[in-house]
């Protein structure tokens, strides 16, 4: 008979996170309730909180890198790579997406979040999209600059996320070396990095051929909005 | 020589603590001071402190977190004709210190061959001093930058350390053997391609369920991937790892849970549908979700 007792903390983060509670307080309650269930006394509990906490600090060593990225970002860091975007030649829907996706990815490799929703996505890569597709299709339908849109933040998901354990002090790679470390598994951040290469790889290829898709969506004449003539 | 690290790492964080409590632009900066302060007391004073203590300070930065007591103050940020301005002065050299990060780290593990944590704490304090000379900018004003990047982060900064003791309470309440056996019930056999998919698709959906590969990362891998890959099939734990993590995003693809990603660009880009960008995300989500899998099967056994 399988005990499902244990399962109650995924219950709770469940709960939790759906009607959005503070996420530290979801897992902190999930983590107390599921060591009770353990038959850990409150001390026990607090204990393993804590030794855990101190042993998996270098977790956070990410917040040594702040202040220089700070840094350059005041003096101009995002700037230079909205520049590099804006001097691009013969924009299309296609180019300037799989561009914007292979800046973020580089400079995420190298632990710069360069990118963002707000602030590229919105403000330059949707519009220089949405631009280039109009320029190529002067008949574009409302749904077809709409799509244009979205597919940008797309650009800046796919992205952003396989392109995130790269970089060899990400929150991401220190979680799993953290995680599979309290089970015993040892492992250094060097020979992790490299097996999010065939990932981000797979993701470039995807991307690229998902883009001419959208190009050719963005970019066809389609019927319904040929006026009819007078 | 890490605990060295972790002091520096200590230090920033009470110096973030000093400034906010004098920063009075912050509404909240006793509840953001407070935390930082006592983040940064973990740091430093990790090893020396009961553990129960730590516990209890855990405890507190939650409470200070969860009642909504943190804010962002003001940075003597600088203006966007300066960025501009500077941007076109120093042109590519403002990548340069971001480079020497990947970089020395790796040479650090690879010539010395003590941890690349080691290799990471010098390579950010060289980052910062090459920053400082090629930007001509204060110690100063670094580190106020540096506070308003972790103010952006705010009490997540925590989150990484907070879900490691969660995947150690999971693993002692036996959440791991409970997963286990309920994925054993499904798939009969012992079929090592099954139990990758479990995996990965487990890791998919848990994030979708979440809104967060984080949080789905401690549990699923737990769960499913340390007892069924690593311990019966024995699996490499790096690639499994790693990948799995990874998995776990394709599930963030999916997701209205994860606001940031697609519901908030969403209303940024004024799109007409809310759930466009998923709908953009779902196949290309599902294909990486896919050879990911593969990717594991092929490469971690």
Redesign the interface.
């Known amino acids: 008979m399988i005990d499902f007792w244990p399962l109650i903390g995924i219950g709770i983060i469940t709960i939790g996170f759906m009607l959005r509670l503070n996420t530290l307080l979801v897992i902190l309650i999930a983590g107390v309730v599921t060591g009770l269930i353990a038959h850990l006394q409150i001390i026990e509990i607090l204990s393993i909180l804590g030794s855990s906490f101190t042993q998996n600090r270098y977790m956070s060593l990410f917040i040594l890198i702040l202040p220089m990225i700070g840094l350059l970002e005041h003096y101009g860091l995002k700037e230079r790579a909205e520049i590099l975007i804006s001097s691009m030649k013969n924009a299309s829907v296609s180019k300037v997406t799989f561009a914007y996706l292979l800046l973020r990815k580089v400079t995420n490799a190298m632990g710069l979040s360069l990118g963002g929703h707000p602030s590229m996505v919105r403000p330059l890569i949707a519009p220089m999209a949405e631009a280039a597709a109009v320029t190529e299709n002067p008949s574009i339908t409302d749904n077809q600059r709409l799509r244009v849109r979205a597919f940008a933040a797309v650009s800046e998901n796919f992205g952003n996320f396989f392109s995130q354990l790269i970089f060899i002090g990400s929150g991401g790679l220190l979680l799993i070396k953290g995680v599979l470390n309290e089970a015993g598994y040892t492992m250094e951040l060097d020979d992790m990095y490299v097996w999010a290469l065939p990932s981000a790889l797979a993701s470039i290829i995807i991307f690229f051929l998902f883009s001419k898709i959208e190009q050719k969506k963005a970019t066809a004449v389609l019927k319904a909005s040929e006026k009819p003539e007078c | 020589m ?1 605990e060295y ?2 002091q ?2 200590g230090l ?2 009470i110096v973030f603590a000093v400034q906010t409590f004098t920063d009075k632009s912050n509404k909240k900066r006793i509840g953001t001071g407070l935390f930082w302060l006592i983040y940064g007391f ?2 430093t004073f ?2 020396l ?11 507190l ?2 409470l200070i ?2 009642c909504g007591l943190m804010g962002i103050g003001s940075y003597g ?2 203006e ?1 004709k ?7 002065k ?3 050299s ?2 340069i ?3 020497i ?2 970089v020395g ?2 040479l650090w ?2 010539t010395t061959g003590s ?3 080691i290799g ?2 010098i390579s ?2 060289l ?2 001093i090459v ?2 000379v090629i ?1 001509k ?1 204060t110690v100063q ?10 103010d952006t982060i705010g ?21 791991g ?3 286990s ?2 994925v054993k ?1 499904i798939i009969p056999n012992n079929n090592l391609f099954a139990y990758v998919l479990c995996y990965t698709f487990g890791m998919a959906l848990f994030t979708i ?7 789905a ?3 699923i ?2 769960g499913v991937a ?1 007892p069924l890959l ?1 311990i019966e099939q024995g699996g490499n ?3 499994i ?6 998995s776990g ?2 599930g ?2 999916m997701t209205p ?1 994860a606001a ?3 519901i ?3 209303a ?6 809310k759930n ?2 998923i ?3 779902l ?2 989500g599902l ?2 979700l896919t ?2 899998t593969f ?1 594991i099967y092929f ?1 971690a056994f």
């Open positions: 890490l690290v972790y520096a790492t920033l964080l973990s740091f990790g090893l402190l009961p553990d129960w203590f730590v516990g209890v300070m855990v405890l930065m939650t977190a969860a940020t600088s966007e300066f960025r501009m301005a500077s941007a076109k120093l042109k590519n403002l990548f210190p971001a480079i990060i990947p780290t790796i593990s690879k941890s690349a944590l990471l704490g950010s304090v980052a910062l920053a400082l930007t900018g004003q670094s580190v106020h930058e540096g506070r308003r990047l972790i009490w997540a900064a925590i989150l990484s350390q907070f879900l490691a003791a969660l995947g150690y309470l999971f693993g002692e309440a036996g959440v053997d409970t997963v056996q309920i019930e369920i979440m809104g967060n590969a984080f949080a990362f401690a549990v891998t737990t340390i690593m734990p790096i690639i790892g790693v990948i799995g993590m990874l995003y394709c963030t693809l849970m940031n990603f697609n908030v660009p969403a940024l880009l004024a799109l007409k549908n466009q960008i709908f953009l995300q196949v290309p294909l990486m050879i990911n990717l490469l």
